[in-house]
């Protein structure tokens, strides 16, 4: 697998992550507008956002043409309160942690440190969405 | 702690080159005895011991932490989990006879709850980056697959050690 492909798939699972923080956080803004969850919501679905973009600029660096996003996802479980978006803003995390971890194994170097730290990232959002940390995240439970 | 599904004795046994060697003959064969000149580490072996070292000295710090500062215990139990099974699992991938020997570890424990879990937290961020480096430095994908999860997890742990 080349860094172009590496990078493609840590893009697509972004794709996936900003759609399910953007339904996930106008859940959370609804029920409980001006929370700790509320504000968190936002942080991360700016981080995605940001993130995604920047994974767009690398993957055209390279002279690929960056996967699209899909018109919609399926979501796994109905959306509608505060815990079930919070446990959506879990799966997507350590769905997240798997593809990066997947993407550190396929690359090297530059590409290979940039999916190691989104694979810290996703690691950490998803403790403090509420998953219980673990030794090897990434690695079980894709 | 579960620890992944991985072909752990095979691991590096690939990546490198090198054959499965037992543990417990701590390098000897039955048949040859001790080897004079132990064949030059590959890469990946060397930053293996490397590695294992780092996380048995982290393992030595919270047990002493635990030791000299109860109070900690609550807050320690998780972190202490989670680098035993780094322990572990490096342990088992070790493909050479020769075993890390566990470091005597002589640090200051400070005084009071909260020095103490900031002490752990800080050395927690600093396996974070060592462990990320050393990920972009493994030869196999599957080393570095290993070690970015351990950089990721030592990241968690300094955050939540760090809160209140």
Do not use: K
């Amino acid at each position: 697998v080349s860094d172009v492909a590496a990078l493609q798939s840590c893009l697509a699972g972004e794709h996936a992550a900003f759609y399910a923080y953007g339904v996930l956080a106008a859940v959370i803004n609804d029920r409980a507008h001006g929370s700790r969850a509320d504000l968190r919501a936002t942080d991360d679905y700016v981080a995605h956002r940001r993130r995604r973009d920047a994974l767009i600029d690398q993957v055209t660096a390279l002279g690929a043409t960056p996967v699209a996003a899909q018109p919609l996802y399926e979501l796994p479980f109905p959306v509608t309160t505060v815990s079930s978006a919070a446990r959506l803003a879990r799966l997507v995390e350590r769905r997240l942690a798997a593809t990066y971890a997947a993407a550190v194994g396929d690359s090297v170097a530059a590409v290979r440190a940039l999916a190691a730290a989104g694979l810290t990232d996703a690691a950490v959002a998803a403790v403090s969405w509420g998953a219980t940390p673990t030794a090897f995240p990434g690695t079980t439970g894709r | 702690v579960q620890a992944p599904t991985f072909p752990r004795r095979r691991l590096l046994a690939l990546a490198a080159g090198v054959s499965v060697v037992s543990l417990t003959g701590c390098g000897e064969s039955s048949r040859t005895g001790p080897s004079p000149t132990p064949p030059p580490a590959s890469p990946d072996v060397a930053l293996v011991d490397e590695v294992l070292l780092d996380e048995r000295r982290l393992l030595a710090l919270v047990d002493r932490t635990m030791l000299l500062r109860p109070a900690t215990t609550d807050r320690l139990r998780l972190a202490r989990h989670i680098v035993a099974a780094h322990v572990d699992w490096l342990d088992g991938i070790r493909v050479r006879g020769r075993r890390v020997r566990p470091p005597s570890v002589d640090v200051a424990v400070p005084p009071g709850r909260g020095a103490a879990l900031a002490g752990v937290a800080d050395a927690c961020r600093l396996a974070a980056s060592t462990r990320r480096r050393q990920c972009v430095r493994a030869g196999a994908g599957s080393l570095a697959q290993m070690l970015a999860s351990m950089s990721a997890s030592h990241a968690v742990l300094a955050v939540e050690l760090a809160g209140p």
